[in-house]
């Protein structure tokens, strides 16, 4: 099953809500700018592995975690065992609400005319299964983004979704 694992480093924008003024709609020029940079990154993924776009029939999954900069203190709803330890800690309070974030990769890895990319599959309706989180980092962590997406194939779900039956 295909595989593709990314690390996008730079400024990640949360997808943008659409504006409308004088009769036009436009979105915001920083989600544009960071979704142009992180659609660059999958491209050169992309190729780097000698991949082509995901076949329309195949079911993906695409697991997003949003590393933000620690805080130089320790914000108040935070552990302090937990702190102290040194690893990755949920952020709640950090800009950007998880779907936005993860908004933004999925539009990103959409074909797109306009920068001539052939896109990770043909429309993101392909992907049937979406984690995302976002995590302070480590001391001294940059922020970054760890994209990783998977053929699922096909598989039966045998246990119960919100206590009935699928």
């Known amino acids: 099953m295909?595989?593709?694992?990314?690390?996008?480093?730079?400024?990640?924008?949360?997808?943008?809500?659409?504006?409308?003024?004088?009769?036009?709609?436009?979105?915001?020029?920083?989600?544009?700018?960071?979704?142009?940079?992180?659609?660059?990154?999958?491209?050169g993924a992309m190729r780097k592995a000698s991949m082509k776009p995901w076949p329309s029939h195949t079911p993906i999954g695409v697991e997003v975690t949003v590393v933000v900069k620690r805080p130089g203190r320790r914000p108040r709803y935070v552990p302090v065992d937990a702190w102290e330890d040194g690893g990755r800690i949920y952020g709640p309070g950090t800009k950007g609400d998880v779907d936005n974030l993860g908004g933004t990769f999925m539009d990103a890895a959409n074909p797109s005319v306009k920068r001539r990319f052939a896109g990770l599959w043909k429309d993101d309706s392909h992907v049937v299964w979406l984690f995302v989180r976002k995590v302070y980092g480590r001391p001294g962590e940059?922020?970054?983004?760890?994209?990783?997406?998977?053929?699922?194939?096909?598989?039966?779900?045998?246990?119960?979704?919100?206590?009935?039956?699928?």
């Open 2 to 43: 295909r595989h593709l694992f990314l690390r996008i480093i730079g400024k990640y924008v949360p997808k943008a809500r659409p504006r409308f003024g004088r009769g036009s709609t436009y979105m915001a020029t920083d989600y544009d700018n960071s979704k142009h940079a992180v659609t660059l990154q999958i491209i």
């Open 142 to 166: 940059r922020p970054v983004v760890e994209v990783d997406v998977r053929e699922l194939g096909w598989v039966v779900l045998t246990e119960q979704v919100g206590g009935r039956d699928p």
